[in-house]
């Protein structure tokens, strides 16, 4: 029988554990105050967004695509504050010579790169080389051909010689594709770097990507050397990014706590159901984006220029903007958005292409086409794009142009239009500056993002001498006469101009409405609930 006093040892011995614990847990209970902000202070604070799009890759300088993480793994020389002005970033203060070809730039003291590498000038010179390295093949090498020489003058002081007077240079040198890289750690990796590996002195640090489900970065405790701009901090521990392509499914995450933000456009017919929402607000704000209908320029029939115009004179915008929009649009009649109040051509709506059915039937015949065409038409399968490309379906129809509607997903689409299989095809832009036209319709970009495969020496020699001009308020003028062109040669068919729109729960306190970024490391805060 010792088996069995030996056992019921056991049992009472299990017993007084138990209650010794259960005794411990009720003692402590009765100091709910300290117990409970100290929980509060540990809780970690992560804010998780819904994306529409997974990145192609976290390395800047191989990429067209520069959102999500990217923005806040780097700094760049440059910034842009809430008013979109130009302000000091990794440097501090810069001069220009009086012809305008020298630039100096004075960077601050004490910046690290996130694996403890201090950030000196010669990041930037060996950042600003690559990207111009024919071999690189980065994207934005075409707008950073205006730097003749990057000289390191020493640790913290670095010049840049153009090859010719270009005001538009604190623009370049302030978007995400001129983040500063750490060549060694870029060199280190190799092929995982952007995908494994991502070295940036920024306010948020590479953690994990998942493609296709999740990317997540962390806070950097180490980041004191932000933007003076900037007045709050960090206050999120991590930011993770959901990949989630449905629109309905990002709806639903939202009003069920799943994520805090909507990034990317909203679905016009899910505004009023979150608006009425309590735990959700809108943010809204003047957009720099444009939608547009492109086709092949170099592809018949849209070699002729009758047919193009056809096109354009086919399209009712005003149709367009209440049934899909409802509202929170407005018709673009030219190449760039009318909240680029400098360089906007004034004269976009006066030259444009009016609604008129019987024109563009006139054109069509002119052209060779008196009964009609049959097309493709390519587009994302995102609401907005799918009832777009359903409506422009129903407006060409009706001047003889059968479009059969081709839906891909985000990755296929782009892919599709790099392999140059496009015929029609629907596409948006954002970009707060008129040199997205040297991006979509120079040559040297062909065929891509000269998506519209449009060829013209025309065309060429205007953005040459908007990029040259040796002022801004010259170069704007220039930029003008580069859109009153694509306007008379019908390049494309531009529609809408969207309301730019950010659902956010109430949970996300100390939001700040930024023209181009969200500025995610300014005092953006979650409560903390239980």
């Not at 130009?86 to 070809?101: I, Q």
């Not at 409802?326 to 051509?345: I, N, T, V």
Request: glycine fraction near 6%; hydrophobic fraction near 35%.
């Amino acid at each position: 029988m010792k088996w069995m006093e030996k056992r019921i040892g056991m049992y009472f011995l299990v017993i007084l554990i138990l209650l010794a614990s259960m005794l411990a847990v009720g003692c402590a209970s009765t100091d709910t105050g300290d117990t409970t902000a100290s929980a509060e202070e540990d809780a970690e604070k992560v804010l998780v967004i819904a994306a529409k799009d997974d990145a192609e890759t976290l390395d800047h300088i191989r990429t067209s695509y520069y959102a999500n993480a990217i923005v806040y793994m780097f700094d760049r020389l440059v910034t842009r504050d809430y008013n979109y002005s130009y302000k000091p970033g990794l440097a501090e203060s810069w001069e220009t010579s009086e012809d305008g070809l020298v630039w100096t730039f004075h960077l601050k003291e004490g910046v690290k790169f996130h694996s403890g590498k201090p950030f000196v000038a010669d990041d930037v010179k060996w950042t600003f080389d690559f990207i111009l390295d024919p071999e690189t093949g980065s994207p934005y090498a075409g707008d950073m051909k205006v730097i003749k020489e990057t000289t390191v003058i020493d640790d913290h002081t670095v010049q840049l010689e153009l090859e010719y007077p270009f005001p538009n240079l604190l623009f370049n040198l302030s978007n995400t594709a001129s983040s500063i890289a750490n060549g060694e750690a870029y060199e280190q990796y190799g092929d995982d770097y952007g995908v494994k590996y991502v070295d940036g002195t920024g306010p948020y640090v590479f953690s994990e990507w998942i493609r296709g489900d999740r990317l997540e970065i962390t806070k950097n405790p180490e980041y004191t050397w932000g933007p003076d701009w900037v007045e709050g901090e960090s206050m999120l521990d991590r930011i993770v990014w959901r990949v989630l392509p449905d629109e309905n499914s990002r709806i639903m995450e939202l009003e069920t706590g799943g994520v805090q933000i909507i990034e990317g456009d909203l679905p016009p017919s899910a505004i009023a159901r979150l608006e009425s929402n309590p735990d959700i607000r809108i943010e809204t704000g003047q957009a720099t984006k444009l939608g547009y209908l492109a086709y092949a320029c170099d592809k018949e029939p849209f070699t002729d220029i009758r047919v193009r115009r056809a096109i354009n004179y086919a399209i009712n915008k005003d149709d367009i903007i209440a049934a899909i929009f409802r509202g929170h649009a407005d018709p673009a009649y030219g190449y760039l958005p009318p909240s680029l109040q400098d360089e906007y051509y004034a004269d976009s709506e006066k030259d444009s292409y009016k609604f008129d059915q019987a024109k563009a039937q006139q054109l069509l015949t002119e052209a060779g086409y008196p009964d009609g065409l049959e097309l493709t038409l390519s587009a994302d399968n995102s609401s907005i794009s799918t009832k777009l490309a359903e409506v422009l379906q129903s407006q060409l129809g009706e001047v003889g142009i059968k479009a059969k509607i081709n839906l891909y997903d985000s990755a296929s689409y782009t892919a599709m239009l790099k392999e140059g299989e496009q015929e029609l095809f629907i596409r948006i832009y954002s970009w707060p500056n008129a040199d997205i036209t040297d991006w979509f319709w120079h040559s040297e970009r062909f065929p891509y993002p000269n998506h519209s495969r449009w060829v013209d020496e025309t065309t060429d020699a205007l953005i040459e001498t908007a990029r040259t001009e040796a002022t801004w308020e010259k170069r704007a003028v220039s930029y003008q006469e580069v859109q009153k062109h694509l306007i008379e040669e019908a390049v494309m068919c531009p529609i809408y101009i969207p309301e730019k729109m950010i659902a956010i729960s109430k949970d996300v306190i100390g939001f700040k409405y930024h023209p181009w970024q969200t500025v995610y490391f300014d005092g953006l805060d979650l409560m903390m609930t239980e």
